[in-house]
């Protein structure tokens, strides 16, 4: 019976309300209302259940099922209140879990104690085994455990009787409908290849996002849709399998209709999920978050677990989607409650919290992040490095009015050229003309993967990485741009494209185009590096702290050192495409500007001081203001924990403030211990040579954990775990939503929330997917109800 009991996946759903006459809210009655039930979203709190008489009676034994099936609901790694007793304080202890381990149930809601098993089949005895006390009000009288005892009673108690009745029910032998439906074990046999067949179908779909049906399903239709031919195509490959499946299956056995599909990917989701929630166990974690609209105008939102592994590795996992009809931060917070209360997750093991930085989610009094850290002020917000960098460089291209400009004229120049067929056929056809008499004059080489056809990018305001890409493809192809440009110009079909292919080849045939085009391919190209590296999931804070230093660094070195070389490439790229190079010693003449009450100053001093150390220096001061957060004493105190350079960053009374951080793991008494443990920690490992190559934070958890010095210095790895939790970049959340319009396309715009969400689940986590066999995906399905009673 233990298979049956084993904790799963738990969902939350707030009971109806009813009042009485004097308007005191009420338990709902069987005879007030039977309340439609959704057999996924089934209460797991049980302060928040309502009666199992409640429910229609049709129901009732497919919700006692799907009950025991997920277990009691035992939220272990909750911090569980304290009630004063007299002069003592007492509270739930989790460790009678592990005593009545198979019916105990604890409510977040009502801080109050309750059997499941009772709440299934309960058999009215009066006040026996507690009365109601451990089905509709709770047990809350901590000081009195054997209490428990009593509510078990004798063999023939009703706590008893209730489990006997579970046992009857989830024994698929004596199930009526089970033993009406006894068939030969040919016939059992033949329904295993067919389920098995129907799941390694569904398995390819998933893995490769692809849709489930087709316009035309029937028999004659040359196309029913991927899963059918594909079942179809397993069938002809495979003799076993052809003979129980399509038009050799039962009728109502054929394992084929849409509810079915469903069904089982349904149960690839559950069991992937739970994969992913045994994984975390009672570790600490962190959530990332971000928002976004499906193709059909739904707000959904993803969220992603990151927490480190068994084996010290930093793991960010995708736990859902869901769909919120507002994304105000109160919206977001039910939203965000509901998904831990289903999955089992308590908001107090939650020690990060990181967002794309959109005002709903970081607003000071109000947003998520203050009514998360209201709830649990431990839960730690780190602002994503990745769109910190996005801001710095929006800040730059909106405060120079000359770079602004850039931008301005390069998106209008991509549009014109790109913005039709023909016209990108001709600037391809343009560039290689050019590449094959670059290759002639020796001006290229020639060989494998060389040379390859490329195209004009176009920008996109919200990843700043795209502009350093469409910078780089128009210097590629200026020549081919200026050719398509001057074609426009004459041949194009109306007066007004004319015009502007007109100024834009006035604009780009300039000094100043080609100085401000090759000054942002620059800048970029340093800011470039960071933003690639803040995309990979594994990214630690220290890293990131260095790297945005990194890029500092090489700001100051190009605004010191970098002028000449970029005047002699801005010069050279000038001469190349017959463009006048201005002489720096001549008067600068600003365009579009009266001569007269100008103050006189030489090329030098513009293209110089007003626009290359201007340039830089804005960037480097959004850099730094952007960044504030890595300066801030938490994070300060993390990089202590670089083990870089023989761990020369390290600084004990630091490390122990950043355990200060945290007291909940962190009390008193073992502070004193750490400080202890730290001084022999770093003699320790410094004198370990399998320690002096690390790199990262990251490297270094995984090496103790291959060293097993975890166990060794317990509290050290723990300060190093917290650390590694906190999040850099949201770049995984955006992942999710990629994939979610992979999967909910143009075609796919119906698909309902709860399958997108179990396709997303399969589809971005592929390798807890693939470690699922397809026996557990069938115990899975078989515990399910489906919607035509065959099974």
């Given at each position: ?25 009420v338990q709902p009655t069987s005879k007030s209302i039977q309340p439609e039930v959704n057999l996924t979203d089934l209460p797991a709190d049980p302060g928040l259940r309502i009666r199992i008489s409640n429910y229609n009676p049709n129901d009732q034994d497919e919700i006692r099922r799907l009950y025991l099936q997920k277990g009691p609901c035992q939220p272990r790694n909750h911090d569980f209140p304290y009630t004063k007793f007299g002069k003592q304080l007492r509270r739930f202890n989790p460790a009678w879990f592990n005593e009545y381990g198979s019916w105990l149930e604890y409510s977040i809601r009502k801080d109050a104690a309750f059997c499941l098993y009772c709440y299934l089949f ?87 996002g692809l849709a489930f049906r087709g316009h035309g399903e029937s028999e004659d239709s040359n196309n029913k849709g991927n899963f059918l031919e594909l079942l179809q195509f397993l069938s002809n490959h495979n003799e076993s399998i052809r003979n129980v499946v399509l038009q050799n299956a039962p009728e109502n056995l054929k394992l084929t209709a849409p509810d079915i599909q469903k069904d089982i990917v349904s149960a690839v989701a559950t069991e992937t999920t739970n994969t992913i929630i045994n994984g975390v166990g009672d570790a600490l974690f962190a959530i990332l978050i971000d928002e976004s609209r499906d193709i059909s105008i739904k707000e959904q939102m993803a969220v992603v ?487």
């Amino acid at each position: 019976m233990d298979k049956y009991f084993k904790r799963k996946a738990m969902t939350d759903l707030q009971p109806p309300i009813l009042k009485n006459d004097n308007h005191d809210q009420v338990q709902p009655t069987s005879k007030s209302i039977q309340p439609e039930v959704n057999l996924t979203d089934l209460p797991a709190d049980p302060g928040l259940r309502i009666r199992i008489s409640n429910y229609n009676p049709n129901d009732q034994d497919e919700i006692r099922r799907l009950y025991l099936q997920k277990g009691p609901c035992q939220p272990r790694n909750h911090d569980f209140p304290y009630t004063k007793f007299g002069k003592q304080l007492r509270r739930f202890n989790p460790a009678w879990f592990n005593e009545y381990g198979s019916w105990l149930e604890y409510s977040i809601r009502k801080d109050a104690a309750f059997c499941l098993y009772c709440y299934l089949f309960r058999i009215d005895n009066g006040e026996q085994a507690g009365g109601e006390s451990f089905v509709v009000e709770g047990f809350k009288n901590w000081k009195k455990k054997e209490k428990f005892e009593v509510h078990v009673g004798e063999p023939n108690s009703a706590h008893n009787q209730a489990f006997t009745a579970c046992q009857d029910l989830m024994n698929q032998k004596q199930h009526i409908r089970t033993v009406m439906r006894k068939q030969s074990d040919q016939s059992r046999r033949d329904y295993r290849v067919r389920l098995n067949a129907s799941i390694d179908c569904i398995r390819f779909i998933l893995r490769q996002g692809l849709a489930f049906r087709g316009h035309g399903e029937s028999e004659d239709s040359n196309n029913k849709g991927n899963f059918l031919e594909l079942l179809q195509f397993l069938s002809n490959h495979n003799e076993s399998i052809r003979n129980v499946v399509l038009q050799n299956a039962p009728e109502n056995l054929k394992l084929t209709a849409p509810d079915i599909q469903k069904d089982i990917v349904s149960a690839v989701a559950t069991e992937t999920t739970n994969t992913i929630i045994n994984g975390v166990g009672d570790a600490l974690f962190a959530i990332l978050i971000d928002e976004s609209r499906d193709i059909s105008i739904k707000e959904q939102m993803a969220v992603v677990l990151r927490y480190v592994n068994k084996q010290g590795s930093v793991t960010e996992r995708f736990l859902g989607i869901v769909h919120v009809h507002e994304t105000t931060a109160i919206s977001l917070k039910a939203a965000i409650d509901e998904l831990f209360s289903k999955h089992g997750l308590s908001i107090s093991r939650l020690r990060g919290q990181g967002y794309d930085g959109a005002s709903n989610m970081q607003g000071e009094f109000n947003g998520l992040k203050t009514l998360i850290m209201k709830e649990n002020k431990y839960a730690f917000y780190v602002h994503c490095f990745a769109h910190q960098l996005q801001l710095a460089l929006v800040a730059v291209a909106r405060k120079h009015s000359q770079i602004c400009s850039l931008f301005s004229t390069v998106s209008n120049m991509v549009n014109v050229v790109g913005s039709s067929c023909k016209r990108h056929d001709i600037l391809q056809e343009k560039q290689v003309d050019k590449i094959i008499e670059a290759l002639k004059s020796g001006e290229l080489l020639s060989g494998q993967g060389l040379n390859q056809e490329t195209s004009l990018k176009r920008a996109g305001d919200t990843r700043w990485g795209s502009h350093y890409g469409t910078l780089l493809s128009l210097i590629v192809m200026f020549s081919s741009v200026i050719s398509v440009l001057e074609i426009v110009v004459t041949d194009g079909f109306s007066m007004e494209k004319r015009g502007d292919a007109l100024n834009l080849l006035k604009l780009a045939q300039t000094f100043d185009f080609v100085f401000d085009l090759h000054l942002m391919k620059t800048i970029l190209g340093i800011t470039n590096e960071l933003s690639k590296a803040l995309q990979r999931k594994e990214q630690d804070i220290v890293n990131a702290m260095s790297l945005v230093q990194v890029s500092k660094q090489r700001l100051q070195m190009m605004r010191d050192n970098g002028w000449d070389s970029l005047l002699i490439e801005v010069s050279s790229f000038c001469a190349k495409e017959n463009i006048p190079v201005l002489n720096m010693d001549d008067k600068f003449v600003a365009p579009g500007r009266s001569r007269r009450h100008v103050e006189e100053i030489t090329n030098l001093h513009h293209y110089r001081a007003e626009l290359f150390y201007t340039t830089i220096d804005m960037q480097i001061q959004e850099l730094n203001n952007r960044f504030t957060e890595v300066t801030t004493e938490l994070l300060l105190c993390v990089a202590c924990l670089n083990p870089s350079n023989s761990f020369c960053a390290f600084d004990k009374q630091k490390l122990i403030r950043l355990a200060e951080f945290y007291p909940v793991e962190f009390s008193t008494i073992q502070l004193m211990a750490l400080d202890n443990q730290l001084e022999t920690y770093i003699i320790d490992i410094r004198s370990n040579s399998e320690f002096s190559e690390l790199e990262g934070i990251n490297n270094l958890a995984e090496k103790m954990i291959k060293t097993k010095k975890d166990i060794v210095y317990p509290l050290v790895y723990l300060l190093v775990t917290l650390a590694l939790i906190l999040p850099v970049a949201t770049a995984t959340v955006e992942r999710a939503f990629s994939a979610m319009k992979i999967l909910k396309n143009r075609l796919r715009n119906r698909m309902g929330d709860e399958l997108m969400n179990d396709c997303l689940v399969a589809y971005i986590e592929k390798d807890i997917f693939d470690s699922i066999d397809n026996e557990a995906i069938i115990q899975r399905f078989q515990n399910m109800k489906t919607r035509r009673g065959q099974l």
